[in-house]
């Protein structure tokens, strides 16, 4: 189902994009992982194996999100999946008064360009060059269980806005061929998460009990991908055992 296909993985280098990378390497795919650190992804690239080749590509870096997805598709020679998976935290805690009244105008923009402008134009460029080469392609957004939660600061909303652009760029763009939907993690073993190689998986507000981990996620990515899932359209799978249900 995979085999022979080219896939962009944005923050390919660690975490979930990292799982996904392997998953869509695993099943014979040829794939770009980008991220700002050419060490960290040429590393990553030789720990996963098979063909992935890394590329610096700052996400944040909106204005070149076109010259790079068609730098990336050159490599790949064709391109039939973009994986949007880069992303930050915002540098100041959204759930404590003092520290959301205290949000910089720099801190804001910082984290709307990452995680909701570079998605937006990374998206366009994407849609731009499958539909100049009639590509029914996938495009997937990983977001965040934060834009399903009261939005506090910069983080829940960068997230929430992804959210709905993927609902209605799955829609604009279904009658295509091409397929946009998202996912959206709760608490994830990751070190962006502080969880470190050996921590207890256990997580007290989780109902499931436990975080997640980023071989869950790639798995609901593979599917999300698959021909199997053509009739889901811009829908966000949020992925976080309950973590969000109040």
């Known amino acids: 189902m995979f085999c022979h296909k080219k896939a962009i993985v944005t923050g390919g280098s660690r975490g979930i994009g990292y799982a996904i990378a392997k998953a869509l390497a695993n099943e014979g795919c040829t794939v770009v992982i980008t991220g700002r650190n050419l060490k960290t992804l040429e590393k990553a690239a030789a ?9 610096v590509w700052d996400a944040s870096e909106i204005g070149v999100a076109n010259e790079k997805l068609r730098e990336a598709a050159e490599i790949l020679e064709g391109l039939d ?33 990452t995680n909701t402008s570079a998605l937006f134009f990374t998206m366009q460029a994407a849609v731009n060059y499958m539909r100049l080469h009639e590509i029914r392609g996938n495009i997937l957004n990983v977001t965040s269980v934060a ?11 960068s997230k929430a806005a992804a959210s709905g652009l993927t609902r209605g760029w799955g829609r604009m763009f279904a009658n ?27 997580h007290a507000r989780i109902p499931y009990g436990r975080f997640a981990t980023i071989d869950e996620i790639a798995k609901l990515a593979m599917y ?23």
């Open 81 to 113: 999946i973009v994986v949007n998976n880069a992303g930050i935290f915002a540098q100041r805690s959204e759930w404590e008064k003092e520290s959301l009244l205290a949000t910089t105008v720099e801190e804001w923009e910082s984290v709307m360009r």
């Open 47 to 55: 720990g996963i194996g098979g063909k992935v080749f890394p590329m």
């Open 224 to 246: 999300l991908l698959s021909d199997d899932a053509k009739m889901i359209c811009g829908e966000t799978v949020v992925f976080d055992g309950g973590y969000a249900i109040r």
């Open 176 to 202: 295509e061929g091409i397929t946009i939907n998202g996912i959206a993690p709760g608490p994830v073993a990751t070190e962006m998460n502080h969880w470190h190689e050996g921590d207890p998986m256990e």
């Open 147 to 157: 834009g399903y939660e009261p939005v506090y600061g910069a983080y829940g909303a």
